[in-house]
């Protein structure tokens, strides 16, 4: 059945694609695929009629999916319907965007193969990959995961454009692997974009406000202000962004002028009120070594009367797991004065935060994300900064509902609110 969706799909959007011929900005890489599309889709939409990739539409039935702009939940039941929607846009819509701006997944081998077999884009753009990537499970190693993310650099011709994270080695090798011309961003020396100076920037009233960093682009230097964002996580997206923006005609003020108004994604390193007057770092939409560096990273930048840093499993590392798990409890102890594992794993985590000398008393370990929630909810008080993450099988998010000032609020705050991760009476189903 899917094998048939997927055929017709293809086939439906060869033909909308002919027929438009919208420009299309693909990204791939293990982390940060999310906020960079996000970011590109703020600057251009100031000045283009832009559509992007929703949610996790970024598979081989998604991204076709996204390409027709057809973002309803489906089930089997409704597939039919869907197919016949999609048929009605490939061939009688009447307008369509002059920018695609999709996310790709490669969660196996062959994903991105696939895609670029019928999509071809004009711009590329490669996120960061690290030296142990998500989804790696499924792969020989960590070269077999870059080789297939590079399929989105092979694809471009002459005249396209390829953006690569400078500071990611094994993605700024794929320069060698395509004939377009490359930009690179990042914040280290030689980026051709280069954010310098970046602080997370306090209000008058002592809460956090966003970041503030410094562009330089061919001798140029610009200041960037983005509210209610935090971390160089966002900076790399930011970047990206301004890439895009300046490839396809826009200037630099014009585009550090949207980013003001660019807001991260749910689940990414979110900054929301607790209980008794504490803070959360909402990481939980996923979880992978790179990325939960940058989060405990991020937790140790940010001032507070304590830190607690809460951690589920992850997911998809195979062979290379347990180490990876060691690694976190390593960093974290470095980050946190309370460490709280979630998940089969966390044994290993527990072990990496005892080789760096973190008190035994002061780490927790729980089964689910709901427990380790309420006993959280027990321990906070006013002025503490609790990071929690994890992949998104964990369903951490759990846990910021135990401690979130606002629970009200979720629906509006928080990932994995709707349908399939809910039932029909609101609560979490444990898989979607």
Not at 74 to 79: E, P
Not at 140 to 146: D, L
Not at 277 to 285: G, V
Not at 298 to 318: C, H, N, Q, S, Y
């Amino acid at each position: 059945m899917k094998h048939i969706i997927e055929k017709i799909l293809k086939f439906l959007t060869k033909r909308y694609l002919k027929r438009y011929k919208p420009k299309i900005i693909a990204i791939t890489g293990s982390n940060g695929k999310t906020s960079a599309k996000e970011a590109i889709f703020t600057v251009l939409k100031e000045k283009f009629k832009v559509r992007r990739s929703e949610k996790n539409y970024n598979t081989e039935i998604g991204v076709p999916l996204s390409v027709l702009g057809i973002f309803a939940p489906i089930s089997n039941l409704f597939w039919p319907l869907t197919l016949v929607r999609a048929c009605i846009i490939a061939y009688f819509s009447r307008s369509a965007p002059e920018i695609l701006i999709l996310e790709m997944a490669a969660d196996k081998p062959g994903d991105l193969k696939y895609l670029m077999s019928f999509i071809k884009p004009d711009i590329s753009v490669i996120t960061a990959i690290g030296e142990l990537p998500v989804h790696i499970e499924y792969y020989s190693g960590p070269k077999a995961v870059a080789e297939e993310k590079s399929f989105l650099i092979k694809a471009l011709d002459n005249s396209g454009v390829a953006i690569l994270n400078f500071d990611d080695k094994i993605v700024l090798e794929m320069e060698k692997k395509t004939r377009a011309h490359v930009f690179t961003y990042g914040f280290g020396e030689g980026a051709m974009i280069r954010a310098f100076e970046a602080q997370n920037n306090l209000c008058d009233n002592g809460e956090f406000c966003g970041i503030v960093f410094k562009l330089d682009f061919e001798g140029k230097v610009i200041p960037v202000k983005i509210k209610n964002i935090y971390g160089k996580p966002f900076v790399y997206a930011a970047l990206a962004a301004i890439v895009a923006g300046y490839v396809l005609g826009m200037n630099l003020v014009e585009i550090a002028k949207a980013l003001e108004d660019y807001k991260s994604p749910k689940g990414r390193l979110n900054l929301i009120k607790a209980k008794k007057e504490a803070f959360i770092i909402d990481d939980t939409y996923n979880a992978s070594p790179l990325s939960i560096s940058a989060a405990l990273e991020f937790l140790r930048d940010l001032p507070a009367t304590r830190k607690i840093a809460v951690l589920g499993d992850m997911k998809e590392l195979g062979k290379y797991s347990d180490e990876a798990h060691k690694e976190v409890g390593r960093e974290a102890a470095k980050s946190a004065e309370y460490i709280f594992v979630v998940g089969e794993k966390g044994k290993f985590t527990v072990l990496g935060a005892l080789e760096r000398g973190f008190k035994k008393e002061n780490i927790l370990e729980f089964n689910n994300s709901v427990d380790a929630g309420k006993a959280l909810r027990e321990i906070i008080f006013e002025g503490d900064l609790v990071l929690i993450k994890g992949s998104q099988s964990m369903r951490m998010e759990l846990a910021v509902e135990e401690v979130m000032a606002e629970p009200e609020r979720k629906k509006d705050i928080l990932v994995r609110q709707d349908w399939p991760w809910k039932d029909k009476r609101g609560n979490p189903r444990l898989t979607p």
